[in-house]
Protein backbone atom coordinates (compact mmCIF):
# COMPACT_ATOMS: atom_id res chain seq x y z
CA UNK A 1 0.00 0.00 0.00
CA UNK A 2 2.79 2.37 0.49
CA UNK A 3 3.75 2.57 -3.61
CA UNK A 4 3.59 6.02 -4.96
CA UNK A 5 3.43 4.59 -8.15
CA UNK A 6 -0.14 5.28 -8.66
CA UNK A 7 0.37 9.04 -7.88
CA UNK A 8 -1.72 9.41 -11.03
CA UNK A 9 -1.41 13.32 -10.80
CA UNK A 10 2.26 13.39 -9.74
CA UNK A 11 4.02 15.46 -13.06
CA UNK A 12 0.18 16.74 -14.41
CA UNK A 13 0.26 20.18 -15.90
CA UNK A 14 -0.79 22.50 -13.06
CA UNK A 15 -4.16 23.05 -15.55
CA UNK A 16 -5.79 19.79 -14.49
CA UNK A 17 -5.96 21.02 -10.84
CA UNK A 18 -8.03 24.31 -11.72
CA UNK A 19 -11.68 23.02 -11.94
CA UNK A 20 -11.24 21.53 -8.47
CA UNK A 21 -12.56 24.35 -5.92
CA UNK A 22 -10.64 23.05 -2.52
CA UNK A 23 -12.41 23.04 0.75
CA UNK A 24 -10.72 25.45 3.49
CA UNK A 25 -7.24 25.83 1.00
CA UNK A 26 -5.27 28.83 -0.45
CA UNK A 27 -6.33 27.39 -3.97
CA UNK A 28 -3.60 30.04 -5.94
CA UNK A 29 -1.05 28.78 -3.91
CA UNK A 30 -1.73 25.11 -3.45
CA UNK A 31 -1.48 24.95 -7.09
CA UNK A 32 1.58 26.51 -7.73
CA UNK A 33 2.96 24.14 -5.35
CA UNK A 34 0.61 21.28 -4.94
CA UNK A 35 0.99 18.50 -1.99
CA UNK A 36 -0.06 15.46 -2.71
CA UNK A 37 -0.67 12.58 -1.03
CA UNK A 38 -1.37 8.98 -2.68
CA UNK A 39 -1.29 6.17 0.20
CA UNK A 40 -1.30 5.84 4.00
CA UNK A 41 -0.45 2.86 6.45
CA UNK A 42 -0.42 2.90 10.06
CA UNK A 43 1.07 6.28 11.01
CA UNK A 44 2.73 7.18 7.65
CA UNK A 45 1.20 9.17 4.56
CA UNK A 46 3.38 8.78 1.33
CA UNK A 47 3.85 12.05 -1.07
CA UNK A 48 3.52 11.71 -4.69
CA UNK A 49 7.50 11.89 -4.38
CA UNK A 50 7.65 8.95 -2.68
CA UNK A 51 8.33 10.56 0.62
CA UNK A 52 7.23 9.21 3.93
CA UNK A 53 5.54 11.73 6.17
CA UNK A 54 4.54 10.73 9.97
CA UNK A 55 1.09 11.87 10.75
CA UNK A 56 0.95 13.75 13.92
CA UNK A 57 -2.45 14.78 13.34
CA UNK A 58 -4.61 11.69 12.79
CA UNK A 59 -5.36 12.83 9.14
CA UNK A 60 -7.36 15.61 10.56
CA UNK A 61 -8.46 14.28 13.71
CA UNK A 62 -10.34 11.12 12.41
CA UNK A 63 -7.82 8.10 11.83
CA UNK A 64 -7.82 7.14 15.54
CA UNK A 65 -6.51 3.61 15.03
CA UNK A 66 -3.97 4.65 12.37
CA UNK A 67 -4.35 4.69 8.52
CA UNK A 68 -6.14 1.70 6.30
CA UNK A 69 -6.41 -0.89 9.42
CA UNK A 70 -7.15 -3.95 7.39
CA UNK A 71 -10.38 -4.70 9.32
CA UNK A 72 -12.12 -1.59 7.65
CA UNK A 73 -10.75 -1.93 4.52
CA UNK A 74 -11.82 -5.44 4.14
CA UNK A 75 -15.66 -4.33 5.84
CA UNK A 76 -15.56 -1.61 2.97
CA UNK A 77 -14.61 -3.96 0.63
CA UNK A 78 -17.46 -6.65 1.52
CA UNK A 79 -20.05 -4.23 2.22
CA UNK A 80 -20.15 -2.61 -1.38
CA UNK A 81 -19.99 -5.51 -3.25
CA UNK A 82 -23.21 -6.34 -1.12
CA UNK A 83 -25.56 -3.31 -0.87
CA UNK A 84 -24.64 -0.38 -1.88
CA UNK A 85 -27.42 1.81 -0.98
CA UNK A 86 -30.63 1.86 1.01
CA UNK A 87 -32.62 5.04 2.05
CA UNK A 88 -33.13 5.16 5.93
CA UNK A 89 -36.24 6.88 4.94
CA UNK A 90 -39.26 3.93 6.18
CA UNK A 91 -36.92 1.75 5.13
CA UNK A 92 -33.66 0.30 6.57
CA UNK A 93 -30.95 -2.29 6.60
CA UNK A 94 -29.00 -4.40 9.75
CA UNK A 95 -26.05 -2.42 9.74
CA UNK A 96 -27.47 0.57 10.96
CA UNK A 97 -29.06 -1.23 13.83
CA UNK A 98 -26.13 -3.00 14.72
CA UNK A 99 -24.15 -0.04 14.53
CA UNK A 100 -26.26 2.55 16.62
CA UNK A 101 -26.37 -0.63 19.36
CA UNK A 102 -22.59 -0.73 19.49
CA UNK A 103 -22.46 2.89 19.88
CA UNK A 104 -25.00 3.19 22.71
CA UNK A 105 -23.06 0.69 24.35
CA UNK A 106 -19.48 2.92 24.31
CA UNK A 107 -21.71 5.82 25.34
CA UNK A 108 -22.34 7.37 28.68
CA UNK A 109 -25.53 5.50 30.51
CA UNK A 110 -28.36 7.19 29.58
CA UNK A 111 -27.56 8.14 26.42
CA UNK A 112 -28.92 5.12 23.95
CA UNK A 113 -30.76 6.49 20.88
CA UNK A 114 -28.52 7.31 17.85
CA UNK A 115 -29.21 9.60 14.73
CA UNK A 116 -27.22 9.11 11.51
CA UNK A 117 -25.27 11.96 9.80
CA UNK A 118 -22.66 12.38 7.51
CA UNK A 119 -20.46 14.71 8.72
CA UNK A 120 -19.87 16.85 12.08
CA UNK A 121 -21.18 19.67 10.87
CA UNK A 122 -24.66 17.98 10.19
CA UNK A 123 -24.70 16.42 13.27
CA UNK A 124 -24.26 19.62 15.54
CA UNK A 125 -27.01 21.15 12.98
CA UNK A 126 -29.22 17.86 13.51
CA UNK A 127 -28.19 18.52 17.57
CA UNK A 128 -29.43 21.93 17.57
CA UNK A 129 -32.40 21.22 15.77
CA UNK A 130 -33.49 17.93 18.19
CA UNK A 131 -33.04 20.78 21.22
CA UNK A 132 -34.99 23.08 20.00
CA UNK A 133 -37.51 20.29 18.40
CA UNK A 134 -37.79 18.58 21.76
CA UNK A 135 -38.60 21.54 23.81
CA UNK A 136 -41.72 22.24 21.39
CA UNK A 137 -43.01 18.73 21.57
CA UNK A 138 -42.93 18.73 25.53
CA UNK A 139 -45.18 22.30 24.61
CA UNK A 140 -41.92 24.59 25.36
CA UNK A 141 -42.02 26.38 22.31
CA UNK A 142 -40.51 29.69 23.44
CA UNK A 143 -36.88 27.80 24.15
CA UNK A 144 -35.20 28.09 21.39
CA UNK A 145 -32.01 30.23 22.22
CA UNK A 146 -28.39 28.54 21.65
CA UNK A 147 -25.86 29.30 23.49
CA UNK A 148 -22.22 28.59 22.20
CA UNK A 149 -18.77 29.47 23.29
CA UNK A 150 -15.75 31.68 22.05
CA UNK A 151 -13.14 29.86 20.25
CA UNK A 152 -15.43 27.06 19.22
CA UNK A 153 -15.85 25.19 16.13
CA UNK A 154 -18.95 22.92 15.38
CA UNK A 155 -18.29 22.87 11.75
CA UNK A 156 -19.62 25.05 8.77
CA UNK A 157 -23.60 24.84 8.54
CA UNK A 158 -25.28 27.79 9.68
CA UNK A 159 -26.53 26.54 12.80
CA UNK A 160 -22.82 25.02 13.74
CA UNK A 161 -21.53 28.56 12.57
CA UNK A 162 -23.86 30.74 14.56
CA UNK A 163 -22.85 28.86 17.97
CA UNK A 164 -19.36 28.86 16.94
CA UNK A 165 -16.49 31.17 18.06
CA UNK A 166 -14.15 31.45 15.53
CA UNK A 167 -14.65 35.07 14.00
CA UNK A 168 -12.94 35.01 10.95
CA UNK A 169 -14.74 32.27 10.21
CA UNK A 170 -18.33 34.06 10.51
CA UNK A 171 -17.41 37.07 8.92
CA UNK A 172 -18.13 36.38 5.51
CA UNK A 173 -21.24 34.90 5.69
CA UNK A 174 -24.08 37.86 6.36
CA UNK A 175 -26.08 36.88 9.27
CA UNK A 176 -25.97 33.76 10.56
CA UNK A 177 -28.94 32.41 13.85
CA UNK A 178 -30.21 35.07 15.45
CA UNK A 179 -31.22 33.83 19.05
CA UNK A 180 -27.53 32.74 19.96
CA UNK A 181 -25.57 34.14 22.84
CA UNK A 182 -21.68 32.84 23.79
CA UNK A 183 -20.12 31.76 26.81
CA UNK A 184 -16.79 33.42 27.18
CA UNK A 185 -13.63 30.79 26.58
CA UNK A 186 -11.80 29.85 28.85
CA UNK A 187 -8.04 30.12 27.36
CA UNK A 188 -5.87 32.83 30.00
CA UNK A 189 -2.14 32.19 30.03
CA UNK A 190 -1.59 34.68 32.64
CA UNK A 191 -3.21 31.64 35.06
CA UNK A 192 -3.20 28.40 33.03
CA UNK A 193 0.49 28.79 30.85
CA UNK A 194 2.42 25.09 30.75
CA UNK A 195 -0.82 23.46 32.10
CA UNK A 196 -1.12 19.49 32.10
CA UNK A 197 -4.07 17.81 31.30
CA UNK A 198 -7.02 20.15 32.75
CA UNK A 199 -5.74 23.31 34.31
CA UNK A 200 -6.50 24.59 37.55
CA UNK A 201 -7.94 27.99 37.29
CA UNK A 202 -11.34 28.74 35.51
CA UNK A 203 -14.30 26.33 36.69
CA UNK A 204 -15.82 30.31 37.32
CA UNK A 205 -16.20 30.69 33.79
CA UNK A 206 -18.84 28.40 33.72
CA UNK A 207 -21.40 31.04 35.70
CA UNK A 208 -21.22 33.04 32.88
CA UNK A 209 -24.27 30.58 31.99
CA UNK A 210 -25.63 32.17 34.95
CA UNK A 211 -25.15 35.75 33.20
CA UNK A 212 -26.85 34.80 30.50
CA UNK A 213 -29.87 33.36 32.15
CA UNK A 214 -30.67 36.19 34.07
CA UNK A 215 -30.37 38.70 30.55
CA UNK A 216 -32.71 36.18 28.06
CA UNK A 217 -34.27 34.28 31.29
CA UNK A 218 -34.15 30.24 31.11
CA UNK A 219 -37.62 29.80 30.05
CA UNK A 220 -35.89 30.83 26.43
CA UNK A 221 -32.94 28.73 25.82
CA UNK A 222 -32.77 25.48 24.10
CA UNK A 223 -29.56 24.28 24.77
CA UNK A 224 -25.45 24.82 25.46
CA UNK A 225 -23.29 23.42 23.31
CA UNK A 226 -19.17 23.07 24.30
CA UNK A 227 -16.81 20.68 22.72
CA UNK A 228 -15.51 19.26 25.94
CA UNK A 229 -12.10 20.32 24.92
CA UNK A 230 -11.86 23.14 22.26
CA UNK A 231 -10.10 21.29 19.26
CA UNK A 232 -9.95 23.86 16.03
CA UNK A 233 -9.81 26.80 18.64
CA UNK A 234 -6.65 25.30 20.00
CA UNK A 235 -6.93 23.09 21.78
CA UNK A 236 -8.18 23.91 25.55
CA UNK A 237 -8.94 21.21 27.76
CA UNK A 238 -12.04 22.37 30.29
CA UNK A 239 -10.86 24.06 33.38
CA UNK A 240 -11.21 21.31 36.59
CA UNK A 241 -14.74 21.44 37.40
CA UNK A 242 -16.13 23.68 34.56
CA UNK A 243 -18.20 21.05 32.94
CA UNK A 244 -19.46 19.86 36.40
CA UNK A 245 -21.00 23.58 36.49
CA UNK A 246 -22.20 23.88 33.08
CA UNK A 247 -23.84 20.90 34.00
CA UNK A 248 -25.13 21.65 36.96
CA UNK A 249 -26.60 24.98 35.83
CA UNK A 250 -27.71 23.15 32.80
CA UNK A 251 -29.70 21.14 34.77
CA UNK A 252 -31.70 23.72 37.46
CA UNK A 253 -32.86 25.63 34.53
CA UNK A 254 -33.95 22.65 31.93
CA UNK A 255 -31.89 23.55 29.26
CA UNK A 256 -29.99 20.66 27.67
CA UNK A 257 -26.62 20.36 27.16
CA UNK A 258 -24.71 19.10 23.80
CA UNK A 259 -21.00 18.24 23.92
CA UNK A 260 -19.47 18.40 20.26
CA UNK A 261 -17.43 14.99 20.59
CA UNK A 262 -16.78 15.44 17.04
CA UNK A 263 -13.16 15.31 17.79
CA UNK A 264 -13.00 13.91 21.73
CA UNK A 265 -14.95 11.10 20.56
CA UNK A 266 -13.58 7.16 20.00
CA UNK A 267 -10.74 7.27 22.24
CA UNK A 268 -9.51 10.60 22.00
CA UNK A 269 -9.54 11.19 25.65
CA UNK A 270 -8.87 7.82 26.73
CA UNK A 271 -11.88 6.27 26.98
CA UNK A 272 -14.57 6.11 24.26
CA UNK A 273 -16.34 9.74 25.10
CA UNK A 274 -14.96 12.25 26.20
CA UNK A 275 -18.22 12.55 28.82
CA UNK A 276 -16.80 9.51 30.07
CA UNK A 277 -13.10 10.51 30.83
CA UNK A 278 -13.93 14.22 32.47
CA UNK A 279 -16.73 12.45 34.08
CA UNK A 280 -19.68 14.77 32.93
CA UNK A 281 -22.80 13.63 30.83
CA UNK A 282 -24.47 15.48 28.31
CA UNK A 283 -28.16 15.41 26.87
CA UNK A 284 -26.93 15.28 24.00
CA UNK A 285 -23.34 14.58 22.02
CA UNK A 286 -22.67 14.80 18.70
CA UNK A 287 -19.63 12.80 16.54
CA UNK A 288 -18.06 11.85 13.52
CA UNK A 289 -14.86 11.73 12.54
CA UNK A 290 -13.36 8.42 14.57
CA UNK A 291 -17.04 6.94 14.31
CA UNK A 292 -15.20 5.30 10.69
CA UNK A 293 -11.78 5.80 11.42
CA UNK A 294 -12.22 8.92 8.96
CA UNK A 295 -12.80 5.89 6.17
CA UNK A 296 -16.11 6.84 5.02
CA UNK A 297 -18.07 10.00 6.21
CA UNK A 298 -20.22 9.65 8.99
CA UNK A 299 -21.45 11.72 11.74
CA UNK A 300 -24.27 11.06 14.30
CA UNK A 301 -26.29 12.57 17.29
CA UNK A 302 -26.78 10.16 20.43
CA UNK A 303 -29.87 11.30 22.43
CA UNK A 304 -30.61 10.10 25.91
CA UNK A 305 -33.44 8.17 26.53
CA UNK A 306 -35.50 10.70 27.71
CA UNK A 307 -34.73 13.74 25.04
CA UNK A 308 -36.14 10.53 22.35
CA UNK A 309 -39.30 9.68 24.72
CA UNK A 310 -40.38 12.78 24.70
CA UNK A 311 -40.78 12.77 20.80
CA UNK A 312 -42.47 9.44 20.82
CA UNK A 313 -45.98 10.62 22.39
CA UNK A 314 -46.59 11.36 19.19
CA UNK A 315 -49.13 8.92 17.10
CA UNK A 316 -47.50 5.85 15.96
CA UNK A 317 -47.83 6.64 12.26
CA UNK A 318 -46.34 9.99 12.38
CA UNK A 319 -43.29 11.24 11.72
CA UNK A 320 -41.47 11.91 14.76
CA UNK A 321 -38.49 14.14 13.82
CA UNK A 322 -38.71 15.54 9.83
CA UNK A 323 -35.36 15.65 9.45
CA UNK A 324 -32.60 13.16 7.71
CA UNK A 325 -30.16 13.27 4.59
CA UNK A 326 -30.31 10.93 2.29
CA UNK A 327 -26.91 9.19 3.35
CA UNK A 328 -28.21 8.98 7.18
CA UNK A 329 -27.00 5.17 7.94
CA UNK A 330 -25.32 5.08 4.82
CA UNK A 331 -24.24 1.09 4.17
CA UNK A 332 -20.78 1.73 3.67
CA UNK A 333 -20.50 3.92 6.97
CA UNK A 334 -22.10 1.67 9.06
CA UNK A 335 -19.62 -1.17 7.59
CA UNK A 336 -16.83 1.10 8.32
CA UNK A 337 -18.40 2.49 12.01
CA UNK A 338 -18.54 -1.28 12.91
CA UNK A 339 -15.58 -2.16 11.95
CA UNK A 340 -13.73 0.94 13.39
CA UNK A 341 -15.52 0.11 16.74
CA UNK A 342 -14.08 -4.06 16.47
CA UNK A 343 -10.72 -2.43 15.75
CA UNK A 344 -10.53 -0.24 18.48
CA UNK A 345 -11.38 -2.44 20.80
CA UNK A 346 -9.11 -5.26 19.98
CA UNK A 347 -6.27 -3.34 19.43
CA UNK A 348 -6.97 -1.97 22.79
CA UNK A 349 -7.07 1.68 21.56
CA UNK A 350 -10.05 2.85 23.86
CA UNK A 351 -7.48 1.60 27.07
CA UNK A 352 -3.92 2.93 25.54
CA UNK A 353 -4.91 6.88 25.74
CA UNK A 354 -4.55 6.23 29.22
CA UNK A 355 -1.46 4.28 28.82
CA UNK A 356 0.22 7.11 26.74
CA UNK A 357 -0.87 9.88 27.64
CA UNK A 358 1.68 10.32 30.22
CA UNK A 359 4.25 9.58 28.01
CA UNK A 360 3.03 12.11 25.55
CA UNK A 361 2.54 14.79 27.82
CA UNK A 362 6.04 13.99 29.09
CA UNK A 363 7.12 14.55 25.51
CA UNK A 364 5.54 17.34 24.26
CA UNK A 365 6.52 19.76 27.27
CA UNK A 366 9.91 18.73 26.58
CA UNK A 367 9.37 21.87 23.87
CA UNK A 368 9.21 24.57 27.26
CA UNK A 369 11.97 26.61 26.37
CA UNK A 370 12.60 26.29 22.87
CA UNK A 371 12.17 29.46 20.56
CA UNK A 372 8.90 31.39 20.58
CA UNK A 373 6.57 28.78 22.56
CA UNK A 374 5.08 30.56 25.27
CA UNK A 375 2.60 27.65 26.15
CA UNK A 376 1.84 24.01 25.84
CA UNK A 377 -1.14 22.44 26.66
CA UNK A 378 -1.87 18.76 26.36
CA UNK A 379 -4.83 16.15 27.51
CA UNK A 380 -5.11 12.73 26.60
CA UNK A 381 -3.68 11.85 23.40
CA UNK A 382 -4.16 15.98 22.04
CA UNK A 383 -1.59 18.58 22.20
CA UNK A 384 -1.00 22.57 21.21
CA UNK A 385 2.07 24.20 21.47
CA UNK A 386 1.28 27.97 21.30
CA UNK A 387 3.93 30.16 19.81
CA UNK A 388 4.23 33.95 20.50
CA UNK A 389 3.05 35.71 17.15
CA UNK A 390 5.31 37.74 14.92
CA UNK A 391 4.41 41.30 15.71
CA UNK A 392 1.55 42.35 12.95
CA UNK A 393 1.38 38.92 11.37
CA UNK A 394 -0.53 36.78 13.65
CA UNK A 395 -0.41 32.33 12.87
CA UNK A 396 2.62 33.65 10.04
CA UNK A 397 5.22 31.90 12.69
CA UNK A 398 3.01 28.83 13.35
CA UNK A 399 2.17 28.10 9.66
CA UNK A 400 6.30 28.53 8.42
CA UNK A 401 7.10 26.12 11.13
CA UNK A 402 4.48 23.22 10.19
CA UNK A 403 5.83 24.13 6.87
CA UNK A 404 9.34 22.95 7.83
CA UNK A 405 7.90 20.04 9.92
CA UNK A 406 5.86 18.78 6.82
CA UNK A 407 9.65 19.44 4.77
CA UNK A 408 11.23 17.19 7.41
CA UNK A 409 8.47 14.26 7.30
CA UNK A 410 5.90 15.73 10.02
CA UNK A 411 2.50 16.58 9.46
CA UNK A 412 0.94 19.06 12.24
CA UNK A 413 -1.52 21.28 11.81
CA UNK A 414 -1.61 24.77 12.08
CA UNK A 415 -4.25 26.74 14.22
CA UNK A 416 -4.11 30.29 14.59
CA UNK A 417 -0.79 30.50 16.31
CA UNK A 418 -0.72 27.19 17.51
CA UNK A 419 0.88 23.79 16.32
CA UNK A 420 -1.61 21.02 16.97
CA UNK A 421 -0.65 17.51 17.43
CA UNK A 422 -3.48 14.68 17.19
CA UNK A 423 -1.53 11.61 16.40
CA UNK A 424 -3.62 8.44 16.05
CA UNK A 425 -3.63 6.48 19.09
CA UNK A 426 -1.15 4.05 17.81
CA UNK A 427 2.01 6.46 17.63
CA UNK A 428 4.93 4.99 19.55
CA UNK A 429 7.69 6.60 21.75
CA UNK A 430 9.84 7.16 19.43
CA UNK A 431 7.92 8.33 17.07
CA UNK A 432 6.58 10.67 19.79
CA UNK A 433 10.22 12.20 20.62
CA UNK A 434 10.33 12.06 16.19
CA UNK A 435 7.57 14.59 16.52
CA UNK A 436 9.08 16.71 19.31
CA UNK A 437 12.54 16.83 17.63
CA UNK A 438 10.81 18.05 14.39
CA UNK A 439 9.03 20.70 15.74
CA UNK A 440 12.25 21.69 18.13
CA UNK A 441 13.96 22.17 15.00
CA UNK A 442 11.62 24.03 13.07
CA UNK A 443 11.25 26.35 15.94
CA UNK A 444 15.09 27.23 15.96
CA UNK A 445 14.65 27.38 12.14
CA UNK A 446 11.78 29.78 11.87
CA UNK A 447 12.36 33.78 12.45
N1 LIG B 1 -17.42 19.88 15.49
C1 LIG B 1 -16.14 19.82 15.88
C2 LIG B 1 -15.80 19.92 17.32
C3 LIG B 1 -15.13 19.66 14.93
O1 LIG B 1 -13.84 19.62 15.30
C4 LIG B 1 -15.49 19.55 13.57
C5 LIG B 1 -14.45 19.37 12.53
O2 LIG B 1 -13.28 19.51 12.76
C6 LIG B 1 -16.84 19.63 13.23
C7 LIG B 1 -17.77 19.79 14.21
C8 LIG B 1 -17.26 19.56 11.80
O3 LIG B 1 -17.10 18.31 11.28
P1 LIG B 1 -17.10 18.09 9.69
O4 LIG B 1 -15.90 18.77 9.15
O5 LIG B 1 -17.09 16.58 9.57
O6 LIG B 1 -18.38 18.66 9.18
Not at 344 to 350: A, H, M, N, P
Not at 412 to 430: C, F, Q, Y
Request: proline share 6%; net charge negative.
Amino acid sequence: PLNPDNAGLAGSANDSLQPYWMPFTANRLFKSKPRMFVAAEGMHYVTDDGRRILDAMAGLWCVNAGHNPPRIVRAIQEQAARLDFVSSFQMGHPLAFQLAERIAELAPAGLDRVFFTNSGSEAVDTALKIARAYHKVRGDANRIKLIGRAKAYHGMGFGGLSVAGIPRHRRDFGPLLGDVDHLPHTHDLTHNAFSRGQPAWGAHLADELEAIVQIHDASTIAAVIVEPVTGSGGVLPPPVGYLERLRELCTRYGILLIFDEVISGFGRLGAPFGSTALGVTPDLITCAKGMTNGAVPMGGVIASSAVYDAFMAAPEAAVELMHGYTYSGHPLACAAGLAAIDTYEQEGLFARGPQISATWEAAVHQLKGAPHVRDIRNIGVLAAIELTPREGAPGARAAEAVEHCFAAGVLVRVAGDNLVLSPPLTISPDQMTQVVETIDAALRTVA
